[in-house]
């Protein structure tokens, strides 16, 4: 059973209009949870990276927060825009090593004008 | 910095083929990864390494061998093609220590491999 489990698994919404992902994980130890944006036919790229100690980060419209208590994460899009329309990945990691990070499925966004 | 930059982009094999996913970064980042990523699933380590010489595996190492000869270059190969191996495969790379450290984990573009 995957230990990061993200919803929706695709959502669409309009132009300018906010949403937010929600990422769930069992991974424990926890060291930090990291979104990532993946753009069609492109690799991830890094949004945010929180540690069990920061409850909100920010990096432009993409707001993301954590509950360490519930293990919960989400990531909120302000005023989205068509090129926010992508996959992203919710990444939890032990700390331990690289080779423990915990991958999400994924939500699909599609933005539409 | 060109990044991570991964090669082919695209690539058909039969079944029994072997080929090799070339994969190069200029960060000078001790730790390179391969992923592989299919439909509906995270994205699953397949081999690592966390320096020229040392390579390990990851959760799905099966049918693949790496070596990582020098920093800059950490290639995949694939022994005898199954379609099961039909995937997309991203190489990563990042500063060395542990993902506990807060060092950015930077994906290539990715190579699209169809096994028939």
């Known amino acids: 059973k995957n230990q990061v489990e993200q919803s929706p698994q695709s959502l669409i919404i309009l132009e300018g209009k906010n949403c937010t992902l929600q990422c769930n994980y069992t991974v424990s130890p926890f060291s930090n949870l990291r979104w990532y944006k993946q753009d069609t036919g492109r690799g991830p790229v890094s949004l945010t990276i929180?540690?069990?100690?920061?409850n909100t980060k920010s990096n432009g419209r993409y707001t993301a927060t954590l509950d360490a208590d519930t293990k919960q994460s989400s990531l909120h899009i302000t005023a989205s825009q068509l090129s926010d329309s992508a996959s992203y990945i919710c990444?939890?990691?032990?700390?331990?090593?690289?080779?423990?990070?915990?991958f999400g499925a994924g939500t699909q966004v599609v933005v539409t004008p | 910095n060109a990044g991570v930059t991964q090669t082919p982009k695209f690539q058909v094999l039969k079944t029994g083929q072997s080929m090799t996913l070339q994969c190069a970064q200029d960060?000078?980042?001790?730790?390179m990864s391969w992923y592989r990523q299919d439909p509906g699933m995270g994205l699953r380590l397949i081999h690592y390494?966390?320096?020229?010489?040392?390579?390990d595996q990851g959760e799905v190492p099966n049918g693949y061998n790496v070596s990582r000869s020098t920093t800059e270059d950490f290639p995949l190969r694939l022994l005898s093609a199954a379609p099961s191996q039909t995937s997309v495969y991203f190489c990563?790379?990042?500063?060395?220590?542990?993902?506990?450290?807060?060092?950015?984990?930077?994906f290539g573009p990715g190579t699209r491999l169809t096994v028939t």
């Open positions: 990563a790379s990042s500063y060395s220590g542990t993902s506990g450290d807060l060092y950015e984990q930077y």
């Open positions: 929180m540690t069990f100690s920061e």
């Open positions: 960060m000078n980042h001790e730790y």
């Open positions: 990444v939890v990691t032990t700390g331990a090593s690289w080779g423990k990070l915990q």
């Open positions: 390494s966390v320096g020229a010489g040392i390579t």
